[in-house]
């Protein structure tokens, strides 16, 4: 079965072009799946096998989120099996998944970015790092998968700006004078202590063993600052990309430009951020106009 799994995501990445994200998440959701079903052969999985999982899903206080993504991954899969003769029907086609109410992302204020970019404040290696990424983090909204995947080259500190590589294509983002001071300083003295060992290596955050970062070690590198912030908000890494968003829209910044710095294709995505500063503009309105 895991075999199968594998061909799936294998399959999946060559035909859709998939995120690793997507890719993980995924293989995820159907590990768990056949874990409960105790590795059933996949052409004796039934829609009840289906429906039983997502009722214990649910059961679990799973949010409606988790249970929509791992229909959306029992579709695409069993859509797999079908078609390439493991299964002889697609059992999962007629799942619905639940209704997902959008909510507003969540936010840092000004004030509490100013802490959380303030707690790495030592000399050393690790926390010239963390300055410099949280620094770029804001400064520039890029994916924390992106952001991982840095190389030195892709700074360009004459032009002030990165070279930002997505999935499908590259872009350049901008970045302020003091994601530029916190880069300067840690290229000049914290890197190359860091990536000693394996000093041909250009990646640009590298962890302490000079390898590159992983997705999780990021978020717990925000999580310790958040905590040392004195930030009681659940923080991500992409938390700090919804605050460049946000905070950008808020100062009067073209929504067309926060697309293109944020690499969405559809401008439907960030139009999120447009809701959130009308929400503001409609408070203010009716706490200031005599006739609100």
């Not at 004030?111 to 983090?137: G, Q, V, W, Y």
């Not at 590159?212 to 958040?226: L, N």
């Not at 999120?272 to 006739?291: D, G, M, N, Q, W």
Request: proline residues 3%.
């Amino acid at each position: 079965m895991q075999q199968i799994i594998e061909e799936f995501i294998t399959q999946l990445h060559n035909t859709k072009n998939t995120s690793e994200n997507t890719e993980v998440s995924y293989k995820r959701d159907l590990t768990k799946l056949f874990e409960y079903l105790k590795w059933k052969e996949v052409d004796a999985v039934t829609v009840e096998d289906l429906n039983d999982y997502i009722s214990y899903l649910k059961e679990k206080g799973r949010a409606a989120t988790t249970i929509s993504r791992t229909i959306a991954s029992m579709k695409a899969f069993f859509s797999f099996t079908n078609e390439f003769r493991y299964s002889r029907e697609n059992v999962a086609n007629a799942m619905k998944a639940p209704k997902i109410e959008k909510k507003e992302p969540k936010v840092l204020s000004v004030k509490d970015i100013d802490a959380l970019l303030k707690c790495p404040s030592k000399n050393t290696p690790k926390e010239l790092r963390d300055k410099a990424m949280l620094e770029l983090m804001y400064a520039t909204g890029m994916r924390v998968s992106e952001l991982i995947n840095l190389k030195v080259s892709d700074i360009s500190f004459e032009n002030q700006c990165i070279i930002c590589h997505d999935r499908t294509k590259d872009r350049i983002i901008p970045f302020g004078a003091d994601a530029k001071n916190a880069l300067m300083n840690y290229l000049k003295n914290g890197r190359d202590r860091l990536v000693e060992s394996n000093s041909r290596n250009n990646i640009l955050f590298p962890n302490i063993s000079g390898q590159e970062m992983s997705r999780q070690g990021v978020w717990k590198i925000i999580k310790s600052y958040g905590k040392k912030a004195g930030i009681k908000a659940e923080i991500t890494p992409h938390t700090l990309r919804h605050s460049f968003a946000s905070h950008l829209v808020e100062n009067g910044a073209e929504l067309k430009a926060v697309q293109e710095m944020l690499g969405h294709s559809d401008i439907s995505t960030t139009q999120i951020y447009l809701t959130k500063e009308s929400k503001r503009l409609r408070e203010v309105y009716a706490k200031a106009h005599p006739k609100a």
